[in-house]
């Protein structure tokens, strides 16, 4: 198996990458609030969005000025990974886990929910959390981030590619009806999940857990619990009570009617994750 050859081959500092955990989802699901209270444990070193490390492979970059010329694309799969991007890549993951002083790697980076193959090929032993959130929410988020952060990449390139990704998957009917940013959003959560789940669901059960933001905020110690389990870490008590915290503190979001855009973009979608019932 490839994970036995690449583990079989050990670096000085390759024990620090063992059983990485990797947060994916949608952004604004809650994929931050979720990785800055797990990385309050002492063993775990948390590192949110490390788009540089990843640029260690240009064609992970659709944010930058430099995307488009770098030829960034939204999907990248195991055939992307050369011997360089994934000696690379775990390199400078190692360096930063033994600067932290920590002995897990977790990191967060919403994107990867398109590229689990990827991911997977340079750290073949690797655990996922895949964060689920009421897609109308989502896009509301993603609506008001837009005013002040180009949340699409540079000169709308992400668009772009999502667009394509639509196309390609023979939805670009939908395309006609994302008007505006919440629109954008609302397709960039539906293709997002759909990606994240296709690819999840083909990996061994015991490397993935799927976990919804609702149910984090309305019972939080449960959910830390299966957390814990899921991760091979020990009860803290210090980090459940931080969590309790600061997830008791997350907004609420207003009540967004299922206008015909929203039946058209994700309505099948949301019907399927119980998040809309007719």
């Excluded at 670096?11 to 979720?34: A, K």
């Excluded at 989502?138 to 667009?163: C, M, P």
């Excluded at 008007?179 to 999940?193: K, N, P, Q």
Aim: net charge positive.
């Amino acid at each position: 198996m490839i994970w036995e050859r690449v583990l079989g081959s050990l670096r000085p500092n390759d024990h620090l990458l063992r059983s990485p955990v990797f947060i994916i989802g949608c952004g604004r699901s809650g994929t931050t609030i979720l990785g800055q209270v797990l990385g309050r444990r002492s063993e775990v070193a948390y590192l949110n969005e490390p788009r540089r490390i990843w640029a260690i492979e240009p064609g992970t970059d659709i944010w930058s000025k430099q995307a488009r010329r770098r030829g960034g694309r939204l999907t990248l799969d195991a055939t992307d990974v050369s011997s360089r991007t994934r000696n690379g890549i775990r390199r400078a993951f190692a360096r930063e886990v033994k600067a932290q002083g920590g002995t897990r790697l977790l990191e967060k980076l919403p994107i990867n929910s398109f590229r689990v193959e990827f991911v997977r090929a340079i750290f073949p032993d690797a655990k996922f959390l895949h964060l689920l959130r009421d897609g109308i929410d989502v896009a509301q988020s993603i609506a008001r981030l837009t005013q002040t952060r180009s949340w699409f990449g540079h000169d709308n390139y992400k668009w772009e590619l999502l667009q394509a990704h639509a196309r390609a998957g023979g939805e670009d009917a939908l395309l006609a009806w994302c008007t505006d940013d919440f629109h954008r959003g609302l397709l960039e959560w539906r293709l997002s999940v759909q990606a994240a789940q296709g690819s999840l669901r083909a990996l061994p059960a015991d490397s993935w857990m799927e976990l919804r933001y609702e149910e984090i905020i309305a019972q939080p110690d449960a959910m830390w619990a299966q957390l814990e389990k899921f991760m091979g870490l020990k009860f803290d008590e210090k980090v459940q009570a931080h969590a309790r915290e600061q997830l008791a503190r997350q907004s609420p979001v207003a009540d967004v009617p299922l206008t015909p855009a929203i039946r058209a973009i994700a309505f099948d979608l949301l019907k399927q994750l119980g998040y809309v019932r007719e």
